[in-house]
Structure formats: structure tokens, C-alpha cells
């Protein structure tokens, strides 16, 4: 198993595919490594690019303020990275070549942070980690269990700041997780 310190190392001098050439900072990953919940979204935006940190824009802020609602502090008791590390220019979805060739990294986080509960950040997210036709306006807030942890997915922030009418099932799937958590987790929330 590699360490952390040596996997943050070949991420961040990562050169596997050409999103490389055209970031400002590898968008590695933030929040708690004992964490009992990580999250995953799809990758990384001008903001996240910009500082280096996952979910720092404005979706970022509104998905901090809703996990506030739950107990879930990134400072305190998650983690949160995304498929690909590496901002896709404009912003487009990232392309199947660029999730293969980033995708190792994040399994490695998987392992390491060893946590009981993955949600998955809108399609993208879920479709690499619970099944590849995914639905997210059908399955969001379904639990899968893999190898003893519960996987699920929510509609990912930009989607909640284009369409506010989908906060309320989201809320519905906050709550779901924070059940979840009652069941499954021992750290304290
Ligand atoms: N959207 C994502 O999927 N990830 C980020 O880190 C920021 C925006």
C-alpha cells in the first residue's frame, strides 16, 4: 500500500494525460484522512484549479452549508476529492481517457482513508463508482453496499445552482446519510 505522502507526490507531478498541460494547480484532495464519509465529485473548476483545493466555488460553498446541516465539516469528519485531478478546459465533462488515466489515484485515496460511506457528486461521479448507465434523476439517494461500504450519489452543487427545484429531494438524501451515518459510523457527528 502506497503512503500518502508518496501517492500526493505522483499526483501532483502527474503526467498521464493532457489535462496536464493545461492546469494551474492537481486538485489532490481535502478534509479529514481517517474520515469515516468521503465524497467524490467530478473534477475540478476554475476556482478549485485556481487554489488547489476541491469544492471552493460557489457550489462548493452551498455544498459546505448544506453537509453543515448534517455535521459534516470538511475540517472536521469528511474527505472530499474528485475522479480527475486536473480541471477539464471550460469545464466540459471529463473524457473517459482522462477518468482511466486518473482514476488509480483515486482508488489509492479509497484505500487509505478506508471510509464507510462514498457519495458520489452528481452522474459523473456515480457512474465510475456505483454502475456505468447510472441515472441520477432516478437513483440519487438509493445505498449500494461493495465490499462493506455503502455507496450513494446526490445531485451534484452546479446542478442545485442551475435547478434550486431539485434542493428539496437533495435534502431528502442529506437526510438519508445522516441516518446512514447514525447506523454505520462510530466517530462522533
Ligand atoms: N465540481 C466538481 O465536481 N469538483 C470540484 O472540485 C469543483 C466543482
Not at 15 to 40: I, W, Y
Not at 55 to 71: K, N, Q
Request: charge should be neutral; glycine fraction near 8%.
Amino acid at each position: 500500500m502506497m503512503t500518502w505522502e508518496e501517492l500526493e507526490r505522483q499526483c501532483l507531478a502527474c503526467q498521464r494525460c493532457a489535462l496536464a498541460d493545461s492546469r494551474t494547480h492537481v486538485v489532490f484532495g481535502a478534509g479529514q484522512r481517517d474520515a469515516e464519509v468521503m465524497f467524490v465529485g467530478e473534477g475540478p473548476g476554475e476556482h478549485e484549479d485556481l487554489q488547489g483545493e476541491p469544492f471552493v466555488g460557489r457550489g462548493g460553498l452551498l455544498l459546505d452549508e448544506m453537509l453543515s446541516l448534517i455535521g459534516l465539516y470538511r475540517q472536521k469528519n469528511f474527505y472530499i476529492c474528485n475522479i480527475v485531478k486536473c480541471r477539464p478546459p471550460k469545464n466540459r465533462d471529463p473524457l473517459n481517457t482522462e477518468q482511466d488515466a486518473c482514476i488509480g489515484y483515486l482508488r489509492e485515496q479509497i484505500v487509505l482513508v478506508r471510509p464507510k460511506l462514498i457519495i458520489c457528486l452528481g452522474r459523473i461521479a456515480a457512474n465510475r463508482l456505483i454502475h456505468d448507465d447510472y441515472k441520477i434523476t432516478k437513483e440519487h439517494g438509493q445505498w449500494v453496499e461493495r465490499d462493506g461500504v455503502f455507496y450513494t450519489a446526490i445531485y451534484h452543487p452546479a446542478a442545485l445552482l442551475r435547478d434550486p427545484s431539485k434542493k428539496p429531494e437533495t435534502f431528502v438524501d442529506l437526510r438519508s446519510i445522516r441516518e446512514k451515518i447514525r447506523q454505520v459510523c462510530t466517530h462522533t457527528y
